[in-house]
């Protein structure tokens, strides 16, 4: 598969055909299988009987001339946004309400800390139905405020609520277009296609992490998690991208600098 070293998707299984697979696919400790194929490139994928299980697997290659293999990875990155022009239509119906709601809770500063902004996304929340979730919990909307808040207060004002509340309705379509049956939850493999539509590139590794952090015992993800490992990823790369001054993908911290990007991200 030279020059496609990305994730291969769902589609490319549907619309390319295995030219050759193990005889027996049942659940046994050991399978072992021959095959010989003309030269060409080839997709090898090993795979346990059970989803989210780990196992070894040997591969031998006998060719005449030398050939080359490498493991398919992604390369870490994130998309940088695209800054959208200024709308100059009237405010919408939400953004009244969103404003009569920040204003009902900010008080006179126009200002909401973690707590009060718990109150204002919980009450927007809760009104979609389709959504499974027990709301936002202080510690995520904590770590929202570290990402959107621009100026160092701890708070977020009306605009840096609205840039956050733009995010969070881009990351709920992304949801809601791999909630196919509508249960609420993504699973695992969803969330991988989730998290590249949201324009993060991560590997193999980085993936497993996610899982593992905010999966439950049958590896479905919902919607409260889903958004918090966006946040987190977008504040992680945010702040690597800060320190990364010359761009080459390699930063170097004290103990500082390194105990302020795990508080903060």
């Known amino acids: 598969m030279h020059g496609n070293k990305q994730h291969l998707q769902k589609d490319f299984f549907l619309y390319n055909a295995s030219k050759a697979r193990s005889k027996t696919y049942i659940n046994m400790r050991e399978v072992s299988q021959r095959f010989r194929l003309p030269p060409s490139e080839y997709v090898i994928v090993p795979s346990t009987y059970e989803p989210h299980q780990e196992g070894e697997f040997i591969l031998r290659v006998f060719s005449e001339k030398r050939n080359l293999s490498e493991e398919v990875e992604n390369t870490i990155s994130v998309d940088r946004p695209v800054p ?24 006179d500063d ?20 389709d959504l499974k979730t027990h709301g936002f919990t202080l510690e995520s909307c904590r770590s929202m405020i570290a990402l959107m808040d621009t100026d160092g207060s701890g708070k977020l004002n009306l605009q840096e ?75 992680m790369f945010r702040a690597f991208h800060a320190f ?22």
């Not at 949801?175 to 609420?184: A, I």
């Not at 996610?210 to 889903?226: E, G, L, Q, V």
């Not at 170097?252 to 390194?258: A, F």
């Open 84 to 107: 959208q022009p200024g709308s100059s239509d009237q405010e919408s119906e939400e953004q009244r309400q969103f404003r009569n709601i920040f204003k009902q809770i900010a008080g």
């Open 110 to 129: 126009m200002e909401i800390c973690a707590d009060e902004l718990k109150k204002v996304l919980n009450t927007v929340v809760n009104k979609h139905k």
């Open 161 to 235: 609520f609205h840039h956050l509340w733009n995010k969070i309705k881009a990351w709920q379509k992304i949801f809601k277009h791999y909630d196919t049956d509508q249960s609420g939850t993504i699973n695992s493999y969803e969330m991988r296609n989730a998290v590249n539509d949201a324009g993060f590139r991560l590997n193999n590794q980085l993936y497993d992490i996610i899982t593992m952090r905010y999966a439950d015992k049958h590896m479905n993800i919902d919607f409260d998690s889903f958004i918090c490992c966006f946040v987190r990823l977008e504040g």
């Open 244 to 265: 990364d001054k010359d761009g080459d993908g390699i930063i170097k911290l004290n103990v500082l600098e390194w105990l302020q990007l795990t508080m903060y991200a």
